[in-house]
């Protein structure tokens, strides 16, 4: 049986790994695009490394463009195989991948203007929305904790990894005449100890894993100090500097801990008297999904429930859909939290509120989650004096602030605590580390060599390895 490594080898994004198995079968584990690269990131998306037509399966650990964007474009290309996954992931993907499908729409559009002015070749857009809503057919939901065939000799089981609404490590067994050799694929996982999901599972002994990086080189502060962060940076932004807090979040799993985590500070009295908006008509209707799959919360986030009519609403929230009431925000003259898509800055509402607001000295900036190195996060962030929004210059004059701890991916210690149910996993062969930026993967490979695990390794891109 053969692993292909096709991405997020030296990188977070565009994860994609596939299967081949001795009797033929190709089974993509995810199918992400590659994201926050300019024009260098189309040319990446469109460049798969494998025929779309040739895949039967793709199994998916959660619903997150950078996993899960481009299962449009290979259906597009030809794909008519099954996706498998678990019943939130599929409901999120139903509207994330449309929602992505306009932005790509919108994108070809903008490039297009200016292109067709100096008589370029229009491009058209990888996928659209109509591509991502009919893909939506091919999807298959299994439950956790339900074993289930999708071949006479290939099995899957779903664990909940905690990472999002849905989010699991895909642990297959393949049976090969009287062999029987079994792989899990972690996703990404989750911190422990979190306000909405529970804990990452324990999967069982695997002859292989493929697991994620991205936070290998740091640890986290926990979410109670996290929780007072938030607090004295709502309390300086708002109630001392009288201005804007511009929270760029991502609309599915990070937005609602924020929503919650402002709902539990407001009901012990701890913020200031101001409007919160949540201004991404992608994180309202994820909402209602959270809403709708309470079977995927922890007892702590059940007991708040029971407790209140609403976890993600308060009386000083307010959800934004419409764009006329997004850019009423623009004259919105009095201090108030702004809770905006995308978390790395790159593309929609919060970009323009970035660009109303980044020259002002009394807003503040507020990060709480990863930004990859080429985004426009990631260059406000790390203290850019100029950065282009929209292809326009604007000095960065805002306050900026950052919280770690609201990070879906767990650090490496909590990394290494999920692993740890493979200790004493004689039949574990190799640990594929994937998912980090530049040495991040190294570095994890050493902690996790220290802590035991000396069969850790570290791919590279498009490297090809036989599981024997």
Do not use: W
């Not at 999002?164 to 899990?184: D, V």
């Not at 991205?214 to 940076?233: C, F, I, K, N, P």
């Not at 594929?432 to 050493?446: L, N, S, W």
């Amino acid at each position: 049986m053969k692993l292909d490594f096709l991405g997020a080898t030296e990188e977070v994004t565009g994860s994609k790994f596939m299967l081949t198995t001795k009797g033929g079968m190709k089974i993509l584990l995810d199918c992400g695009m590659y994201q926050g690269k300019g024009l260098e990131t189309d040319a990446m998306n469109r460049d798969l490394g494998f025929d779309p037509k040739e895949i039967d399966i793709v199994l998916l650990s959660h619903a997150h463009i950078d996993h899960a964007g481009l299962i449009p474009y290979i259906y597009k290309l030809g794909f008519k195989g099954k996706v498998f996954c678990t019943p939130a992931t599929r409901d999120l993907c139903a509207i994330m991948l449309a929602d992505s499908g306009r932005i790509q729409e919108a994108d070809a559009r903008q490039f297009n203007k200016k292109t067709e002015r100096v008589g370029k070749t229009p491009i058209e857009p990888i996928y659209t929305e109509k591509d991502a809503v009919e893909c939506m057919r091919l999807f298959i939901s299994i439950p956790l904790g339900l074993h289930f065939n999708i071949s006479p000799d290939v099995a899957i089981d779903f664990y909940d990894t905690g990472h999002m609404l849905g989010s699991s490590a895909i642990y297959i067994t393949f049976k090969e005449g009287r062999k029987k050799r079994t792989l899990c694929y972690t996703g990404d996982i989750g911190r422990y100890n979190k306000r909405i999901l529970p804990d990452p599972k324990p999967f069982p002994h695997a002859d292989y894993i493929i697991t994620e990086s991205t936070y290998g080189d740091r640890l986290h502060s926990t979410l109670d100090e996290a929780d007072q962060e938030l607090m004295l940076v709502v309390r300086d932004a708002c109630a001392k500097r009288r201005g804007k807090l511009l929270i760029p979040s991502f609309a599915i799993g990070r937005t609602q801990e924020i929503v919650y985590s402002l709902h539990r500070l407001e009901l012990a009295g701890d913020l200031p008297d101001i409007e919160c908006f949540v201004d991404s008509p992608l994180a309202c209707s994820a909402t209602d999904i959270f809403r709708l799959h309470d079977d995927c919360f922890n007892e702590d986030m059940r007991r708040f429930m029971s407790e209140t009519k609403d976890p993600f609403g308060f009386d000083n929230l307010q959800y934004i859909r419409t764009i006329d009431d997004s850019k009423r925000l623009n004259e919105y003259n009095r201090p108030c939290i702004i809770i905006s898509a995308s978390g790395m800055m790159e593309a929609g509402r919060i970009k323009h509120h970035l660009a109303n607001n980044i020259e002002n000295p009394k807003t503040t900036i507020l990060c709480v989650g990863y930004c990859s190195p080429t985004t426009l996060g990631a260059k406000i962030m790390r203290g850019d004096e100029n950065v282009s929004i929209f292809g326009n210059k604007y000095k960065v004059r805002a306050t900026l602030a950052r919280i770690d701890a609201y990070s879906g991916h767990a650090d490496y210690n909590e990394l290494i605590q999920y692993l740890s149910c493979q200790k004493g996993n004689k039949k574990l062969k190799k640990i594929f580390i994937v998912h980090g930026e530049g040495d991040v993967r190294k570095t994890y490979a050493q902690h996790l060599k220290d802590a035991g695990f000396k069969q850790a390794y570290v791919p590279y891109f498009r490297e090809s390895y036989e599981l024997i």
